[in-house]
């Protein structure tokens, strides 16, 4: 998928819960199989049942240019330093975590990555999700346009300014 001349080929998702695998049927629907989405999740069992049923990876972040974090809020700092030697310069967070405000991110990251944040809801599952999208500080018009269209195959999606 390209975005500003961008070609997106490689995906990752940190945290395979719900929302996690919500999210490789969302890349799914945007062309992006999932020989090209990188997963990592604490649980070894609930990783290898979504390796074997997707078909995603389990290797490093490196290769990601988008990571998704659907961790749980408080998992983040623990999940973020385990990860962030892996994290690419450049690279684009997108946070589903509920309550962490995108500059909290930015400075737990030690890279020139840039965020936003998605508050998504479970009918997203369904395809019918509601999701509202917020920049964080380093975020360009094409990153918020990437999540706006990965989340509007699963729904609608609202886009307004973090600080409301």
């Given at each position: ?34 020989s090209e989405i990188i997963i990592r999740e ?58 962490i405000k995108s500059s909290r991110i930015q ?54 300014n973090e600080g409301l």
């Amino acid at each position: 998928m390209a975005t500003a001349g961008l070609e997106i080929s490689k995906v990752a998702i940190v945290g395979a819960g719900v929302m996690g695998e919500a999210m490789i049927h969302a890349l799914n629907r945007l062309g992006i199989n999932g020989s090209e989405i990188i997963i990592r999740e604490k649980r070894a069992e609930r990783e290898r049942e979504l390796v074997e049923k997707y078909g995603v990876k389990n290797v490093s972040l490196d290769a990601a240019q988008v990571i998704l974090l659907a961790v749980k809020p408080q998992d983040l700092e623990k999940t973020l330093s385990e990860i962030r030697a892996e994290l690419r310069d450049g690279a684009l967070l997108v946070s589903l975590l509920a309550g962490i405000k995108s500059s909290r991110i930015q400075g737990l990251v030690n890279v020139s990555a840039r965020v936003v944040r998605v508050m998504p809801n479970t009918p997203l599952l369904l395809g019918a999700g509601m999701s509202v999208i917020s920049a964080g500080e380093t975020a360009t018009s094409f990153d918020v346009e990437w999540v706006k269209k990965l989340l509007s195959s699963s729904g609608e999606t609202l886009v307004v300014n973090e600080g409301l």
